[in-house]
Each structure stands twice: as C-alpha cells, then as structure tokens.
T-cell receptor, first 117, second 114 residues
Framework: AQKITQTQPGMFVQEKEAVTLDCTYD???????LFWYKQPSSGEMIFLIY??????QNATEGRYSLNFQKARKSANLVISASQLGDSAMYFC??????????????FGTGTRLTIIP | NAGVTQTPKFRVLKTGQSMTLLCAQD?????MYWYRQDPGMGLRLIHY???????AKGEVPDGYNVSRLKKQNFLLGLESAAPSQTSVYFC?????????????FGSGTRLTVV
C-alpha cells in the first residue's frame, strides 16, 4: 500500500499567487514525522519543512507552511507569494521508526511545480 | 564544507559489469541511506544502515549489496548491472535522535546501464 500519496503530478501557478501541494499519508504508528523537500532542475534535494505527529501547531518556515490535518492524514505544503525560483519538483516524505529503533524515510512520487511569470 | 559526498557523479556501465558507489559523510551521523530516483516513482529506499557494521533492506534491495565498515562510509554495490538499474542514486545521512532533522543528501550519481 502506498504510504505517501501525492496526487498532483504537475501544477502551473501564476507568479505571486499562493500554491498548495497535496500530500496524504498512511501509518498506524502514533509517532512519525512528515517532511517536504524541493528538488530543482539541478538535482539536489533541499529540505524545506518538518512536522511531527505530536506537534500541536502547523510548522512554518518563511514562505512555507505545512497544513497538517492529522485526522485526515494529510500534510499539504503551502507556498505563499510564489516566485519563479519555486519552480521545481516537490516531494513529501514520512519518517517512521520501527520497534527496533530503525528509522527510514519514505517518499511520495512528487509534484512538479511550474511558476508562470 | 561538511556534508555528504557521492562518487562518482556519472557512470556508464555495460550489462553484467559490476561497480561500487561510495557515500562519505563527515558529520558523524549514525544513519545512512541509499535511494534510487526514477521518473514518476519518487525516491525509493534501497538499503540503509543504522550504525557502523549494520545494514538493512529497504523497499527495492534486489540486485544491490551494501557495506558500512566505517561509520563515515556507506558503499552500494552492483554485482551484475542490468538496464533496469539505470537511475539516479542518492545517498543521505541523519543523526540519531534529532526527530526534526531534515536529512542531508548527496548530490546524486547518474548511472546508465547499456
């Protein structure tokens, strides 16, 4: 079963508009973490924002915020006032910790965001 | 600069050849991971390690082997390369216990098997 689902393969957004990238997840563990990464055309993976399952407030980092709805198992990324430099692939990921303390990060398939001038 | 270094950055292999990808980190991180990235499939975990001398299978381990003889190095081996292993490979590391740490990724290795 897919653990991380990103249903938007591609999005086109006008510059300066806000954009929401969808992410739903599936886990039975009470403790987990959710991450968003940006991958520009140059290929590197850039960490954007983190939300812990026990965090009461939605995470924010500059223009990035995470709309965390635990009951719905969704962790959408919101980018305010989009810029041309935001054009990239965006990945949602979930960290799970097993009973043996092993920790791993599982990724969704990504959303390619294109900002239109 | 501190970080994760992957070598080589590019490689072309013939079917059946073997090779080793090296990942080195200088941040004293306990956990290290190997992912492969294919179009439309995101990043998929191949193998990972939670400490020196340990390895574990991820989502797509077949055709790959790994070793972590030293804490700072995590090697990914392809014993007999196949065209299906054409991909971009990423190494990542993280420290133990920092739940909000964003993981540090290498710059990737683009491997083509012909």
């Amino acid at each position: 079963a897919q653990k991380i689902t990103q249903t938007q393969p591609g999005m086109f957004v006008q510059e300066k508009e806000a954009v929401t990238l969808d992410c739903t997840y599936d886990t039975s563990d009470p403790s987990y973490g959710l991450f968003w990464y940006k991958q520009p055309s140059s290929g590197e993976m850039i960490f954007l924002i983190y939300q812990g399952s026990y965090d009461q407030q939605n995470a924010t980092e500059g223009r990035y915020s995470l709309n965390f709805q635990k009951a719905r198992k969704s962790a959408n990324l919101v980018i305010s006032a989009s810029q041309l430099g935001d054009s990239a692939m965006y990945f949602c990921a979930m960290r799970e910790v097993s009973n043996f303390g092993n920790e791993k990060l599982t990724f969704g398939t990504g959303t390619r965001l294109t900002i239109i001038p | 600069n501190a970080g994760v270094t992957q070598t080589p950055k590019f490689r072309v292999l013939k079917t059946g050849q073997s090779m080793t990808l090296l990942c080195a980190q200088d941040m004293n991180h306990e956990y290290m991971y190997w992912y492969r990235q294919d179009p439309g499939m995101g990043l998929r975990l191949i193998h990972y390690s939670v400490g020196e001398g340990t390895t574990a299978k991820g989502e797509v381990p077949d055709g790959y082997n790994v070793s972590r003889l030293k804490k700072q190095n995590f090697l990914l081996g392809l014993e007999s390369a196949a065209p299906s292993q054409t991909s971009v490979y990423f190494c990542a590391s993280s420290p133990f216990g920092l739940r909000d740490y964003g993981y540090t990724f290498g710059s990737g290795t683009r491997l083509t098997v012909v």
